[in-house]
Nanobody
Framework: QVQLAESGGGLVQAGGSLRLSCAASGSIISIDVMGWYYQAPGKRRELVADITSAGITTYADSVKGRFAISRDNRKNTVYLQMNRLKPEDTGVYYC???????????????WGQGTQVTVSS
């Protein structure tokens, strides 16, 4: 069984920064793509950024140049550094595992519980 623990959300003024963390626990052999998604109030969940096991990154156009995703494979943890935050960044941010390998099988499309980010103007 794999568990995801998210942290780092909170309330920040526009222009400020936050750093989100998501740690996967369990008997994990390896994880392919890890990513962050967000869901604004009344809208569908959207990709913010993701990163492959080799460190290749993808970003939504709205966060390019402001956010940076990284991961520590030894800790099975993915991070999202969020800079120059805007009110429109407000929403719940969810950690996602595309595919992970464990001694008892493979899991796919696995989600964390979400962490709230609120940016005031």
């Amino acid at each position: 069984q794999v568990q995801l623990a998210e942290s780092g959300g909170g309330l920040v003024q526009a222009g400020g920064s936050l750093r989100l963390s998501c740690a996967a626990s369990g008997s994990i052999i390896s994880i392919d793509v890890m990513g962050w998604y967000y869901q604004a109030p009344g809208k569908r969940r959207e990709l913010v950024a993701d990163i492959t096991s080799a460190g290749i990154t993808t970003y939504a156009d709205s966060v390019k140049g402001r956010f940076a995703i990284s991961r520590d494979n030894r800790k099975n943890t993915v991070y999202l550094q969020m800079n120059r935050l805007k009110p429109e960044d407000t929403g719940v941010y969810y950690c996602n595992i595309d595919r992970a390998y464990t001694p008892i099988g493979t899991i796919a499309d696995y989600w964390g519980q979400g962490t709230q980010v609120t940016v005031s103007s």
